[in-house]
């Protein structure tokens, strides 16, 4: 692990203390980063660590060589080779990241086991986030493994079923509150400060470096080579920002040659980053009702918006938005085709790259790296709603026959 690193302002440049609970600049409101002295690093400790998921790669975490993580074996996530789906969607070599095979179901885990393990560090006296589910969900968990209360704000009726019912398991205190996401994050914000409850959102830089783990097994995984593309989903910004840093840092390590082009996808009906990146701004312009079926990335003001169009930009990559329609029919595809079940929103990665090969944007040739953040049993009222009802029929050999037959049962 790395004792050795700063907390600072991506904007100005201002430098907290590792004791500091800060999560945005107090000079200038600036996103935050953590930052080492890559001179510092031994290269060798990357690329032949031994281990498994998130803290395999401790040498580039922000902590001291004795800490003890709370983990439930995070990470460590399948790198699927997707022959059949790239058929389908134009392109020669095509890969699925699914992060939905995290221990509750989404990528949020690896944020949170190092997020949590700071808040240990910290000696806080409770965790709380406002979350579209998966956040709240993650910390849930991590917040029972580590014996801290939990606070947890999730807009009132707009949460996947399985992603509460988690939350609620592992004991958090949920709130149910009668607005949006963005709401619900704007007064956890207000409260994280007021109360002393150690905020665990994107926003929080130690969670963004767990997150950043994804580019190291994508690299580790491809031989320490970069893909051409990476393409995720985009809600509050944190993922493809933390996915970014990630591939910079095995690039400035001198570990592998390239960046990745980042590929932001959002939904039609919450895209401020798609904007603001298509008229060439530095700042998105709020979104008040963002509105899809993908309720996991239905954010209209998305906290890490400055670090993500930076990512986009810098690595010559693209934001792109897809109707609900385009989701479902990738939910279905990768489900159908690749045996990979993914909840809604991750199923925007895939409809981005059909769209995005469809406008030319996506050359055939390129090795593309497709992110799946959450687990298809997450949203299971969805499930029911996209798919075929059940059958149903007596139990009767030859009645259920009869009925196979006319479901294409060939005899
Ligand atoms: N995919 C899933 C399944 C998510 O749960 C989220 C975010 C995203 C993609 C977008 O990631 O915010 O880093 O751009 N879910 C958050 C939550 C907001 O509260 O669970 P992001």
Not at 216 to 238: Q, T, Y
Not at 239 to 251: H, P, Q, T, V
Not at 265 to 282: C, H, L, M, S
Not at 326 to 346: C, F, K, M, N
Request: charged residues 30%; contains cysteine; aromatic residues 6%.
């Amino acid at each position: 692990m790395t004792e050795e690193y700063k907390v600072e302002c991506i904007k100005c440049g201002a430098r907290f203390s590792k004791e500091d609970v800060v999560y945005t600049c107090r000079k200038c409101g600036g996103l935050l980063d953590i930052k080492y002295d890559y001179s510092e690093i031994d290269v060798k400790r990357v690329v032949k660590a031994k281990g498994e998921g998130v803290w395999k790669y401790r040498v580039l975490l922000p902590f001291a060589e004795e800490t003890k993580p709370v983990t439930i074996n995070e990470g460590n996530t399948p790198l699927y080779r997707c022959d059949r789906l790239a058929k389908s969607g134009g392109v020669d070599d095509l890969w699925v990241k699914h992060e939905g095979l995290n221990p509750s179901g989404s990528f949020k885990d690896r944020g949170m086991t190092v997020g949590v393990t700071k808040a240990v560090e910290l000696d806080v006296k409770g965790v709380a986030c406002a979350s579209t589910g998966n956040t709240s969900a993650s910390l849930a968990i991590f917040a029972a493994k580590a014996g801290i209360p939990c606070y947890v704000m999730l807009p009132k009726g707009k949460v996947a079923l399985g992603k509460v019912a988690q939350a609620m398991m592992h004991g958090a205190k949920v709130f149910s509150l009668r607005g949006n996401f963005d709401d619900a994050l704007r007064i956890v914000r207000v409260l994280c400060e007021e109360e002393k409850l150690y905020l665990l959102n994107s926003v929080n830089p130690y969670r963004l470096e767990g997150q950043k783990t994804i580019a190291f097994e994508v690299a580790e995984k491809l031989g320490w080579k970069a893909p051409d593309r990476v393409i995720l989903p985009v809600g509050n910004a944190g993922n493809i920002s933390a996915i970014f840093k990630g591939f910079l840092e095995l690039k400035t390590l001198g570990i592998t040659d390239s960046i990745p082009k980042m590929t932001g996808i959002q939904a039609a009906g919450a895209r401020p980053i798609v904007n603001a990146f298509e008229d060439g701004k530095a700042e998105i312009t709020p979104e008040d009702k963002p509105e899809t079926i993908a309720s996991a990335i239905r954010i209209g003001n998305p906290v890490n918006a400055a670090k993500a169009l930076f990512a986009i930009r810098d690595s010559d990559g693209v934001a792109e938005s897809v109707t609900d329609d385009e989701i479902t029919e990738s939910q279905l595809e990768l489900a159908r085709l690749e045996g990979i079940g993914v909840e809604p929103a991750s199923a925007a990665s895939i409809a981005g790259l059909k769209k995005l090969v469809t406008l030319g944007e996506i050359d055939r040739d390129e090795k593309i790296v497709c992110i799946t953040t959450g687990h298809l049993l997450k949203d299971p009222e969805r499930v029911i709603k996209i798919c075929e009802a059940p059958k149903e029929v007596d139990a009767d050999v030859d009645v259920v026959r009869k009925m196979m037959k006319g479901h294409g049962l060939k005899m």
